[in-house]
């Protein structure tokens, strides 16, 4: 029920695609009603010092619903989500049954309609996501499913792949790809190298990923299909992603904050809280991840959030599943590790998310009269120390715990109604 309070969000630096201003920002009714100087209304978010942009958009969220709710449910992923400045997310299929068919689909949204965020679903690209079977993406589609991906998993058979590039392409939707070739990776633990080796944990060479990115862009340029690598980690996977969009290719790509900040020697001590696929890489790697987002050959910060109760993840290396918490962090470690500007944050963030996922309409729209309001406000200067108790998340499987960062969100406005406020969840 849209609620008639009128809200004002005052005194902020209004950041989004069209550039920044000064200037209060007024909601009615889930809507932008004006934006401009000394405005008033029933209620009042101070946003002084704070900068007010769209709300942001994750395409990728590890939810665990159906089938995992001791690690999150869509509820308590949808919170942490607003709590880290989101007003969308897209769910990852990889569930329990998969999220292959109308059925579940129709689960996973009934599931989000009460969330405190915006709760869309990918769809498996193949049966169970065990990439025998095309999977059936029209009947998904229909309920508005855009992004198909066996994520946790790649694509491994090429004819498959191209038959699934091939029908996308008739329903408008596009591909994303978990990019790792199984034969390559088999029984690695982390990345393949001079860590691996000391630590005498089998690993996964980059080559496994770069294969799987390079195939893809050659079916791109088959089939046409619109392909969205997620969670690039290679230096060699931004590059052929750098030059397949420059060649004009229908391509693009996501980047998590965990392969912008971490390498592979954080495995050291054998904490599984460092495990996750694709694995940590080199400094080379994450340098050229940085670059990446800089120069805009990676368009999208995605979060990735896998969380995994206790006691399925700590567990020793070799046996804990791969995956960590990113819904409540990913905003403060951009802003606390990227040097870029405010407006590049936020369009890997939120706009350029959104677009992939055909829901610019709605989320990650400018910010002026008549525009719907998904918003987000953050105060870019705050520090605070990262706790996965603390979190909304029923895990709490971070890497980033007790480590400080810049950047915190105030509040955040989903269809008009503030969902956070001073940093507190309202639902
Ligand atoms: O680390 C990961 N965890 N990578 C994936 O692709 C899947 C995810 C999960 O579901 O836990």
């Not at 089939?223 to 931004?238: A, D, K, Y």
């Not at 080199?282 to 995605?302: E, F, M, P, Q, S």
């Not at 951009?334 to 405010?342: G, N, Q």
Request: aromatic share 4%; proline share 6%.
């Amino acid at each position: 029920m849209p609620d008639p309070t009128s809200v004002v969000i005052k005194g902020g630096r209004v950041v989004d695609a069209t550039g920044e201003r000064v200037a209060d920002v007024v909601v009615v009714d889930g809507r932008i009603a004006a934006v401009g100087e000394d405005l008033s209304a029933d209620r009042i978010l101070d946003a002084t010092g704070c900068i007010v942009g769209p709300g942001l958009v994750d395409l990728h969220s590890h939810l665990r619903q159906p089938g995992k709710e001791e690690a999150e449910t869509v509820e308590t992923g949808a919170r942490g989500a607003a709590l880290g400045g989101y007003t969308a997310i897209v769910a990852m299929p990889n569930t329990s049954p998969a999220i292959d068919s109308a059925g579940v689909v129709r689960e996973v949204l009934e599931l989000g309609r009460t969330a405190p965020c915006d709760v869309f679903t990918s769809g498996a690209i193949t049966v169970g996501r065990a990439g025998e079977q095309l999977a059936p993406m029209a009947e998904m589609a229909e309920l508005g499913v855009r992004l198909f991906t066996d994520d946790g998993a790649g694509v491994q058979d090429n004819r498959l792949m191209r038959r699934a590039m091939e029908y996308a392409t008739g329903l408008g939707a596009t591909l994303a790809q978990h990019c790792e070739d199984d034969a390559l990776c088999g029984g690695g633990h982390m990345h393949e190298g001079e860590w691996s080796a000391r630590l005498g944990i089998p690993g996964q060479p980059a080559e496994a990923e770069e294969l799987m990115v390079m195939r893809d862009i050659a079916l791109a340029r088959l089939t046409g299909c619109r392909i969205h690598f997620q969670h690039l980690s290679t230096e060699r996977s931004v590059a052929m992603v750098r030059d397949a969009i420059a060649a004009g290719l229908p391509v693009t790509a996501e980047a998590t904050p965990h392969h912008f900040t971490l390498t592979h020697a954080e495995c050291a001590g054998y904490d599984p809280v460092f495990k996750v696929n694709p694995p940590l890489r080199t400094a080379a790697d994450v340098a050229a991840v940085k670059a990446g987002l800089a120069d805009g050959a990676i368009g999208v910060i995605a979060t990735d959030h896998a969380p995994h109760a206790p006691e399925t993840k700590e567990l020793p290396f070799d046996e804990a599943p791969p995956g960590m918490l990113g819904l409540e962090t990913a905003l403060a470690l951009a802003l606390t590790e990227l040097d870029l500007p405010i407006q590049q944050v936020l369009a890997a963030l939120s706009w350029q998310p959104a677009a992939v996922v055909g829901i610019g309409g709605t989320h990650g729209v400018s910010i002026a009269a008549g525009q719907p309001a998904n918003l987000c406000v953050i105060d870019p200067e705050a520090t605070w120390t990262v706790d996965g108790a603390a979190m909304a998340s029923r895990s709490t499987n971070t890497p980033f715990q007790g480590r400080e960062l810049r950047g915190k969100v105030r509040h955040t406005v989903l269809h008009g109604e503030p969902v956070v406020i001073d940093g507190e969840a309202q639902r």
